[in-house]
Every structure is written in C-alpha cells, then in structure tokens.
Nanobody
Framework: QLQASGGGLVQAGGSLRLSCVAS????????IGWFRQAPGKEREGVGC????????YYVDSVRGRFTIFSDIAKNTVTLQMNSLKPEDTAVYYC???????????????WGQGTLVTVSS
C-alpha cells in the first residue's frame, strides 16, 4: 500500500514537499515514480528514482525545480518541489515497481493522489 501526502495550496514561487510511504512494499530495490494529472489533462510522469541504481530522472518541465530522494530505512520517497508554477497544479501520485528501471510508465503499485494547487 502506498500513501502520498503533503499536497496543499501554495503561491507561485513557493515550495512543497510530497511524501510517499510504502506499507508492505520494499523500496530498496525498486523504482519509484511520481506522476501528476491536471484537470482535463492526461496523466504525465514527473520523475522517478531507482533505488537499486541510485539514479533519478525528471521531465524537462520540472528539471532543476523538483528533486526526488529516498529514505530506504523509512520506506519513504520524497518529492521536493521548488519554484512552483501555476501549471504545476495537479493531483500528484506515486507509484512503485520492483523492476528498478527508471524512467518507466508501467508500475505495479499506485498510491492515492494528493492535490497540489499553485496560485498565481
């Protein structure tokens, strides 16, 4: 089971930190991805981390602003979002797959989303 949290309302230029906590899943050798879905739009990948290869990947629109890091001991992956823009407004989801390849679109386990709203 995955639980994403940390969403909320923030002004443009501000920061938020999202957390993804796993219960009953092992992060250590997994790929963990972050996705988002804005109203009326398709889901898109934001970035991912491979805990096995210790690699991260970000889409161009967030690279340099967002950072993904893991705390394997706590089975937690964090998405640090800085310099937020109104176009970052979306429901954010985390996902886990035991195949530690990143980036990827297919994940075995998905968490419920957390809403991020960035006001202009």
């Amino acid at each position: 089971q995955l639980q994403a949290s940390g969403g909320g309302l923030v002004q443009a230029g501000g920061s938020l930190r999202l957390s993804c906590v796993a219960s009953g899943l092992i992060f250590e050798n997994s790929a963990i991805g972050w996705f988002r879905q804005a109203p009326g739009k398709e889901r898109e990948g934001v970035g991912c981390i491979s805990n096995h290869y210790r690699e991260t990947y970000y889409v161009d629109s967030v690279r340099g602003r967002f950072t993904i890091f893991s705390d394997i001991a706590k089975n937690t992956v964090t998405l640090q979002m800085n310099s937020l823009k109104p176009e970052d407004t979306a429901v954010y989801y985390c996902a886990v797959d035991p195949l530690p390849v990143c980036p990827r679109n297919e994940y075995d386990y998905w968490g419920q989303g957390t809403l991020v709203t960035v006001s202009s």
